[in-house]
């Protein structure tokens, strides 16, 4: 019987183990597929360098101006592969996620938004975009007055998987927006 245990707990560490390497080597790998991409490039470009999912949900104020979203420079990138790294096996190690990396949960998290407001009429008169990273959405944009955010966050947080819902939308297209945008060009 003791033996069983022993053995039982072996399996256990060696599995916990090679799930940790899978992990590392998931996210390590997405960062170094970023390094690979940036090489050649202008290290002062702002782009979506780890590929979160970025994406319009509405469109109708036209003067609304768009978030900046997982966009950032080369330096910016780099600095936050480790900070990624760490967060996102942390939900794995802590058994709050089933996957090894918490960003693996932002394609089909993002998919389910598309899936859940195409075509509704809630966002009617809006112009929003969606971020999704690391199991958390950002909602930034431009609604009317009376567009019920509370809602919309209340929306977003049922849908399975997400962590955390942040809103973050503007009633005056023209008044400086509460979210980060893209830095002007030289």
Same mark, same amino acid.
């Given at each position: 019987?003791?033996?069983?245990?022993?053995?039982?707990?072996?399996?256990?560490?060696?599995?916990?183990?090679?799930?940790?390497?899978?992990?590392?080597?998931?996210?390590?790998?997405?960062?170094?597929?970023?390094?690979?991409?940036?090489?050649?490039?202008?290290?002062?470009?702002?782009?979506?360098?780890?590929?979160?999912?970025?994406?319009?949900? $509405?469109? %109708?104020?036209?003067?609304?101006?768009?978030?900046?979203?997982? @966009?950032?420079?080369? +330096? #910016?990138?780099?600095?936050? &592969?480790?900070?990624?790294?760490?967060?996102?096996?942390?939900?794995?190690?802590?058994?709050?996620?089933?996957?090894?990396?918490?960003?693996?949960?932002?394609?089909?998290?993002?998919?389910?938004?598309?899936?859940?407001?195409?075509?509704?009429? $809630?966002? %009617?008169?809006?112009?929003?975009?969606?971020?999704?990273?690391? @199991?958390?959405?950002? +909602? #930034?944009?431009?609604?009317? &007055?009376?567009?019920?955010?509370?809602?919309?966050?209340?929306?977003?947080?049922?849908?399975?998987?997400?962590?955390?819902?942040?809103?973050?939308?503007?009633?005056?297209?023209?008044?400086?927006?509460?979210?980060?945008?893209?830095?002007?060009?030289?």
């Amino acid at each position: 019987m003791r033996e069983h245990r022993t053995i039982r707990r072996r399996a256990a560490r060696a599995c916990s183990a090679s799930a940790i390497g899978v992990a590392i080597f998931v996210t390590f790998s997405a960062a170094a597929m970023a390094q690979a991409q940036a090489s050649s490039s202008d290290p002062n470009e702002v782009r979506n360098w780890y590929n979160d999912p970025f994406f319009a949900l $509405s469109s %109708a104020v036209k003067a609304c101006v768009q978030p900046l979203g997982p @966009r950032m420079t080369k +330096a #910016e990138a780099d600095d936050d &592969a480790h900070y990624r790294v760490e967060r996102g096996t942390t939900c794995w190690l802590a058994h709050k996620c089933s996957k090894p990396n918490s960003y693996l949960y932002d394609a089909d998290i993002a998919q389910a938004i598309r899936t859940r407001f195409k075509g509704d009429a $809630s966002l %009617a008169g809006t112009s929003l975009w969606i971020t999704v990273q690391r @199991r958390f959405v950002y +909602a #930034e944009g431009c609604a009317g &007055a009376h567009f019920d955010s509370a809602a919309l966050e209340r929306r977003l947080s049922a849908i399975a998987n997400v962590e955390q819902v942040f809103v973050r939308v503007s009633a005056d297209p023209h008044a400086p927006p509460p979210y980060k945008t893209m830095p002007p060009s030289h």
